[in-house]
């Protein structure tokens, strides 16, 4: 096997280990983000295809994805689309401004948190098959955002905070969920508040 190359194709060349002619940095995530977009060219319509992509705004990657569920007529998926879209243009036209990827996540995080609700409503009043529907709605939209971290990554997050503050008490709440938050926005991950607020109480409550 010959030595590791990653060619980029705005520079028209290929850069090697052993050269110190460009930053190895901006050539990998040039080269991901090629490879990510060429999948997306190769395979639209396929539900594999959508989902969060640095490389590109959301913006971007929902009209992308718009057009390639009206060239496979994929009706549910194309009204959720455009409804996300609408979600988006609305509150640029509330900001006066163009959206930053920061912006359009917080919007997608609403329309997650609404369609929860409204599962729950709908499972509750028995009525099972808008129940599922918002269920796929908040599926879809949530390949948009970047990874969601888990139970024990939340936990693992929160007893961190905890140790780096010293002895936080629960007058402290307060002040470990926004550290627990920013930790994980630093990250690049996206956290449930209610389950931070879970695990701070159960982490901050004396045993």
Do not use: H
Not at 28 to 52: F, K, M
Not at 161 to 182: F, L, Q
């Amino acid at each position: 096997m010959g030595p590791i190359e990653i060619w980029s194709s705005s520079k028209n060349s290929v850069w090697r280990p052993d050269s110190d002619r460009w930053p190895p940095e901006r050539w990998i995530q040039s080269a991901l983000c090629s490879s990510v977009y060429s999948v997306v060219e190769i395979l639209p319509g396929s539900v594999e295809t959508s989902s969060y992509n640095p490389c590109m705004s959301l913006t971007e990657q929902i009209q992308r994805d718009i057009t390639a569920a009206m060239k496979a007529r994929d009706e549910a998926r194309l009204s959720t689309l455009r409804m996300v879209k609408a979600a988006l243009k609305n509150r640029e036209i509330e900001k006066m401004a163009p959206l930053d990827d920061k912006d359009s996540q917080q919007v997608l995080s609403t329309l997650i948190k609404q369609r929860k609700d409204s599962v729950e409503q709908f499972t509750k009043g028995g009525r099972q098959e808008m129940a599922d529907k918002e269920a796929a709605e908040i599926k879809l939209i949530e390949t948009y955002l970047p990874k969601a971290a888990g139970e024990d990554e939340i936990v693992a997050g929160v007893r961190a905070v905890i140790g780096e503050m010293g002895s936080p008490t629960m007058k402290d709440m307060g002040t470990v969920m926004k550290n627990v938050m920013a930790r994980f926005a630093a990250a690049g991950m996206r956290v449930d508040g209610k389950q931070v607020s879970e695990a701070v109480k159960r982490e901050l409550t004396p045993k």
